[in-house]
């Protein structure tokens, strides 16, 4: 009885040796879904990319995006005015979209106040910090109603910049992976 025991587990750890082989290996007789398992806890830092993109006929936008560092549910953006007067920038909409195609509503908010709409202004060689946040139908952020959004996603955030008498509009992307 002992001997048929200790049969069964050196077989047992065989075939489970041999599997942690080939799936170590990526040993292509395996299928797709094996050879890359992934791990339920994100080992690698998030990924981003931020492009803008100026609305038909427009010019290159006349601020600059420094710093992108993005998280669960928001975007944190560091905007500066290389220019020699002071700019003021309005967003005017935008959308949180998941991998799933799910859009939230955003919401943004400034080192200098809370959430809201009001314009910014950015002085002559200054810079602002925003964090774009995504919102609940009922308006509350969404990683206050339990809920997170993990990469990958996209922000897409419409402005208006104003410089004296010229203005600018164009939306500022922020693909996450």
Known sequence: MEKAFERVVMRVAGVAGLVGLLVLSGCRLLPPELRTLKSPIRLSPIKHEVTVQPAQGMGPAPFKIDQAKAGSSEVQLTISNP????????????????????????????????????STTIEANGAVQMTVVALAKDGKLVTSVDKSIEAPYRVGLKLTVERGITRWKGTVWVFVL
């Open 83 to 118: 220019t020699t007067s002071t700019i003021r920038m309005v967003w005017s909409d935008g959308t949180f979209i998941t991998a799933d195609s799910i859009s939230y509503a955003i919401g943004v908010r400034t080192d200098r106040d809370g959430l809201s709409t009001q």
